[in-house]
Structures are given as structure tokens and as C-alpha cells.
């Protein structure tokens, strides 16, 4: 599928912390299915554009529009936004008190309005596809971090989500569990997910990205498609950047 | 009876031991007035542990009533906003800085003046306790809605939640857990200083004592009694913390359907 409309349009963002400024200039477009995985030394603001686009931090200029709606302060813009928008953190943020299901429940439940039956019926399904169906009745405590992650991605996917972020999803995993997670992230990518993915790992973004973008001090330095990205960079920057990541 | 009777015998144990510090000879020491092995005494004891539902209930209402204005004084102090978390400091700071006895008095002979509202004791020190009270469980609230990570209310709402919701469902159940321990002690506190009420005339343990050392000249006694009764009262809500402490930290780890 080779669908052109863009779902996400970000045009000349700029956000300041304070007097810090942040992103400078910002702009991306993203198509439906398209696969984005951006990169970039520490601090320079990959986190933040992501967290802009489903409303976590507000911009100060520049316009973002997520699939059709302009993301404004308005608590309805946000609310709309963030129904297609699924997102996946460092952290994993799982609710530690709930079991691994009524954390993918909660959200349909109490925002979609689904009853506990069709959640549950729907959350079994997202976790047969993260591959951990038998984890549901355990608290996210009792599992390991790679299985937590995974929790976490299939408890966005039970929003249904048009367009998923992932905010280095296995930065704080151990390296044997990276594979599990980057795995299920591939078959989402298969399936025709929009996705736009914060990472180092340059084995999933050769696989999987339609478009890397690399970032430095708050700016887009360069984009491409994979192939060239990595074979060719344009930018002396960018080519210290990947020497220093897939020879550390 | 029997079941009544063996409790007596307990309270009595208890008493040996000021009755040991003071020193076994003293001879100065009339245990009888308060013995439950006379007829007499059994109906001094009696009339002094009748005290024991006012002073519960009135601390327990008092704790319900304060946890609930804590929390939504709470609230405002942990907004974006700057003028409501003005306002939540001022309130904090204004009712922790009144000492609980005049805020007594003042409610229950100040409010008629004023309101034109005659709380009857029972209420007016249910009121007052609340009152002094809220501050603090305002404060223990906000400590522990801020200690819970903000990862928690982000992952919330990008799974749709308002902030409502995230509040009942996501910060609240794990904030109330880290604060258990802290609301155990509130509610210890307020039955301590639930006696200051008996100075409006609440006949709650404290009162009751008083009332009988009018009658039986035998203060250091029938207060060594009632010292005993927060005691025993206290130890239980202990208890009753500590198991609930329990229940939910097995919660955090144990299988949910457990
Ligand atoms: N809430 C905040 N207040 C002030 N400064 C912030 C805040 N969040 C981030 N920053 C700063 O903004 C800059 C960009 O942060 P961001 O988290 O977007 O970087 P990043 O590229 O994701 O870095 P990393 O690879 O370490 O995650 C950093 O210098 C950071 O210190
Ligand atoms: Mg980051």
C-alpha cells in the first residue's frame, strides 16, 4: 500500500524550556504506513518532537497536525489526537498495581467505552500478538523487562491506534531481551502500522525504516532512506554519529 | 459475659504494671476503685470504657471527613496553575497554625455567635477534629501524589484518560498505598487529641475520667486507666494499619486474581 495523505504534518515547530531552545525548526511529514526511525546524540531533542506530536509537551510555534486535526492547548484537539496516537516509553510506565490485562484494559474501558468483556476479548488478542497471552493475570512486577515492553506496546494497540511512537522502547532493556521487543516492533512494521520510532538500533532501522532522520542540537540535520543513510551520510555530524554508535 | 469478664482481667494485668513502678508498698495506692474484682469497681470501669464509642467514632468521622477536604486541597496544590496552589497553601497554612483546643471552643461557642449553627458536642468536636486535621492530610495527599512518576499520568492519558480518571485509576491507588502508613498515624493523633473535646463537655474517655474522679478522689488511678485505654486503642489501629499495609503490598507483586 502506497498511501500518500499525510497523517502527521509538522511545519517550522520551535519549543523553548525556559530560555533553552529545544527544537528549532522542525518539520516532518509522515504518510499513513510510514516507517520513521530517528536518531541523534543524547540531548537533542528526539524525545521531545515525539512528545510533541501526541501533546505530552506543548510547542510554542509552528503548526502540527495530526491526522487532520491541529494539535492546539484545547483539551479537545488533545483528546482527539491522542485517541490515534499510541505511545511507547523508555520506561515502559506499566500501571504497577494493576494485573498485565487491566492494564490494557483500562484505557478502552474508561475512554472508548468498550464493556470489560469486549476489552478483555480485545486485550487477549494484542497479547497473543506481543506473544505473552499466558502473562495476563500477573502484576508487570513479576515480569521480566523485555515482557513489560512488550505489555506496554500491546497496551497502546488496544487503543487501535492510527499511528504508534515508540520513545527508544529497548534503551533500558537487557541486551538479550532487545530481540524480543524489537521483533514484535517488525511485525507491526509488516502489518502497515505508521510508526515513528526513536532508537539506536540500526539492525531494526536498516529492516524496517522508510526514512531516518537524525537530529542535532534541537535541528533535523539530514534525512534519507536507509541504504543511503548509513552507506552515504551527507553530513560530517551524521557520519561521526553512526561511526560512534556501530563501533562502540 | 465470660468473654467480658476475661477482658476485664486483661485491663487489670495492665494495671500491674504502674502499680510496680509506683512501687508495690505504697500503700497510698486505692486499685479497688477501679478493681474489677469488686462490685464497685466493675461499675467505675464500666462507666469509664463507655467513653470508648464517642471517642472512636468521633475520631473515626473526623478522619473520614479530613481525608476527604485533604484531598481535594490537595489537588489545586500540585495544579499548573499558581494562584491554586496559593490557595492551597494558604488554607494549609492557616489551619495547621490553629491549635486544635481554641478551634474547639471556637467552633462550639463561636459558630452559634456568628452562624448562628449550635453544633451539639458530638459535632462540634467532629468539626473541629476535621478542621485541624485536613491541613495535614492535605499535605501527606500532595507528597504522595507527587512521589508517584509522572511516567504514570502520561501513560494514562496516552491511553485516553482524562484527569479525572487518571487520578481514580492510575496516581490515586498507588499514591494511597505509599501513604497508608502516614494516614495510620493521623488517625492515632486524632484519637489522642480527640480527649481535649471533653473540655466542651463530650462524654467521651477522657470526660468520663474526670467525671469520676469528682466522685472518687482517685486521680492517679482512674487515669492510669484511661492512659491505658488510648493505649490498647492505639496498639489496635496499629495492628489494623499494619495489616492493611500488608494486604496491599502483596497486591503490588502477588497474582491480581488472588
Ligand atoms: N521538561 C524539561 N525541562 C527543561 N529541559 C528539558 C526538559 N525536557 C528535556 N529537556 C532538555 O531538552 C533537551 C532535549 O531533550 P530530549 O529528551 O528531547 O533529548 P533526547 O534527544 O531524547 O535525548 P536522549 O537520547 O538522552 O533521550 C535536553 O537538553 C534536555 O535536558
Ligand atoms: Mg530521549
Known sequence: MTATTPVIEMSDVNKWFGDFHVLKDISLSVSTGERIVICGPSGSGKS???????????????????????????????????AEVGMVFQQFNLFPHLSVLQNLTLGPIKSRGLSKADAEARAMEYLERVHIPEQADKRPGQLSGGQQQRVAIARSLCMEPKIMLFD?????????????VLEVMLELADEGMTMIVVTHEMGFARKAADLMVF????????????????????????????EQILHH | MIALSTRF????????????????????????????LTENGRINLKFLIAGTWNTLSMSFLALLISIVVGLLIAIPGIAKNRGARKANMFYVEIF?????????????YGLPEIAGIQLDYFWAGVLALAISDSAFEAEIFRAGIQSIPRGQSEAASTVGLNYYQNMRYVVLPQAIKRILPALGNQFAYMVKMSALVSVIG??????????????????????????????IIILIIGQGVRWLERKMGSDESGNANQ
Open chain 1, 48 to 82: 521531545t518532537v515525539v512528545r510533541c506530536i501526541n501533546g505530552l509537551e506543548h510547542h510554542q510555534q509552528g503548526k502540527i497536525v495530526v491526522d487532520g486535526t491541529e494539535l492546539t492547548n484545547k483539551r479537545q484537539s488533545l483528546a482527539k489526537i491522542r
Open chain 2, 9 to 36: 482481667k486483661w485491663l487489670a494485668m495492665c494495671l500491674l504494671l504502674p502499680l510496680l513502678v509506683s512501687g508495690c508498698g505504697n500503700s497510698n495506692l486505692k486499685w479497688y476503685v477501679v478493681s474489677p
Open chain 1, 168 to 180: 527508544e522502547p529497548t534503551s533500558a532493556l537487557d541486551p538479550e531481551m532487545i530481540a524480543e
Open chain 1, 215 to 242: 537530529m542535532d542540537e534541537g535541528r533535523i540535520v539530514e534525512t534519507g532512506k536507509p541504504d543511503v543513510f548509513f552507506d552515504a551520510p551527507k553530513t560530517e555530524r551524521c557520519t561521526q554519529f553512526l
Open chain 2, 96 to 108: 495547621r497554625s490553629i491549635p486544635l483546643l481554641p478551634l474547639i471552643l471556637w467552633v462550639y
Open chain 2, 202 to 231: 463530650l462524654q467521651e474517655l477522657t470526660r468520663r475520667a474526670n467525671e469520676l474522679i469528682v466522685t472518687e478522689y482517685r486521680a492517679l488511678e482512674i487515669y492510669t486507666i484511661l492512659i491505658v485505654e488510648y493505649l
